[in-house]
């Protein structure tokens, strides 16, 4: 079933992101991590569809954000983050997902994996988190090409400000802030047993990235002692880019 | 961590077209492998979608699962692969927030 949602609001994330908060007047609500289908039809009826995880928190207002890279070349992608202008109308499917998600009635330690975008759908756990005054201890690892390629930045340094619930690590994989103490490079095992919690006290872990990624960070969270059945994982394509 | 290129993606990635054909949440549901037993949540399969239709795998061996195909208005559902598909039908779509 298609919805139409109406463009409220634009907002740049970095160069090649955009967020996009829709309107859709008979939203049924979501969970953190589900995410729509968004169809665009042009006028001689080719229509494209792709999916985009929802960045907002669960809220009574029937809104949805959602937050696009752009790819370059991208049918879609471009579109949404260069000429949707407010006003315009999308079309929706969704929400989609029952298993990538998280629900405020959990309470265990929670670890987030995001890999680029990944981050999308752990912002709205974290989001929902903080909106429904949830108890459960968070860390976010988020493994970005570099700072300015950051989703979220500021909301993020203010969530996980002084004695938060929330912790953050980043892991640039190109280019590092002045200073900064790990050299460049791709989640590891050290990072791993840095950054995330114990896998003695039994966290729920949700991974988010290209497939690579996802496949490389599951395997290093499983042998520091995570079982497999407590590790979500969510891949996003396209698939077979070239590098 | 490899350089590895994937093709593959995972059963969430088809929720949505299979939201057309189920009432119900598919990446939640249990499904078991008819090749090698495997019992895994569909959202854990390896999903090819570069062809006309969608292939499922079973994360473990690689058996073809499922496989959905679109011709016109038409949709062709393989789901020989899987011994079982365990659906929740305690909260539809609609109701799922």
Redesign the interface.
């Given at each position: 079933m298609w919805r139409v949602g109406t463009v409220v609001a634009l907002h740049d994330e970095t160069d090649m992101a955009r967020t996009l908060t829709l309107e859709v007047p008979d939203w049924p609500g979501h969970v953190a991590g589900q995410h729509v289908d968004v169809r665009l039809t042009a006028s001689d009826g080719y229509s494209a569809v792709r999916s985009y995880s929802i960045a907002s928190a669960p809220n009574p207002k029937a809104r949805v954000e959602i937050t696009v890279e752009r790819l370059a070349n991208g049918e879609v992608s471009p579109y949404l983050t260069q000429d949707v202008a407010i006003g315009d109308q999308l079309e929706l499917r969704g929400p989609i997902g029952g298993w990538f998600v998280w629900r405020p009635q959990q309470t265990e330690p929670i670890q987030l994996i995001a890999g680029g975008s990944g981050i999308v759908p752990l912002m709205a756990m974290i989001r929902s988190r903080s909106s429904a005054g949830g108890t459960a201890p968070f860390r976010l690892l988020y493994s970005v090409r570099e700072p300015r390629a950051v989703f979220y930045g500021v909301e993020l340094q203010a969530l996980s400000n002084h004695d938060s619930p929330l912790k953050v690590t980043y892991a640039y994989t190109r280019a590092t802030p002045k200073d900064w103490p790990r050299p460049p490079g791709r989640v590891d095992a050290a990072l791993i047993a840095n950054a995330t919690w114990p896998s003695n006290l039994g966290p729920r872990c949700y991974v988010c990235g290209p497939t690579s990624f996802v496949e490389a960070v599951a395997g290093l969270l499983a042998g520091v002692g995570n079982s497999p059945d407590k590790i979500r994982t969510e891949r996003f394509g396209p698939t077979g880019d070239p590098k | 961590?490899?350089?590895?290129?994937?093709?593959?993606?995972?059963?969430?990635?088809a929720?949505?077209e299979l939201?057309r054909i189920f009432v119900t949440?598919v990446?939640?549901a249990e499904g078991q492998c008819a090749h090698c037993g495997a019992i895994k949540?569909?959202?854990?399969v390896h999903l090819y979608?570069?062809g006309p239709g969608i292939v499922a795998r079973c994360a473990v061996c690689e058996n073809v699962l499922l496989r959905l195909a679109k011709v016109g208005q038409r949709v062709f559902l393989d789901m020989r692969g899987m011994t079982y598909l365990k659906l929740?039908t305690s909260h539809s779509?609609?109701?799922?927030?």
């Open positions: - | 961590m490899s350089s590895t290129t994937y093709d593959y993606l995972d059963g969430n990635a929720a949505g939201s949440d990446t939640a949540r569909f959202a854990e979608m570069q929740d779509l609609k109701s799922s927030a």
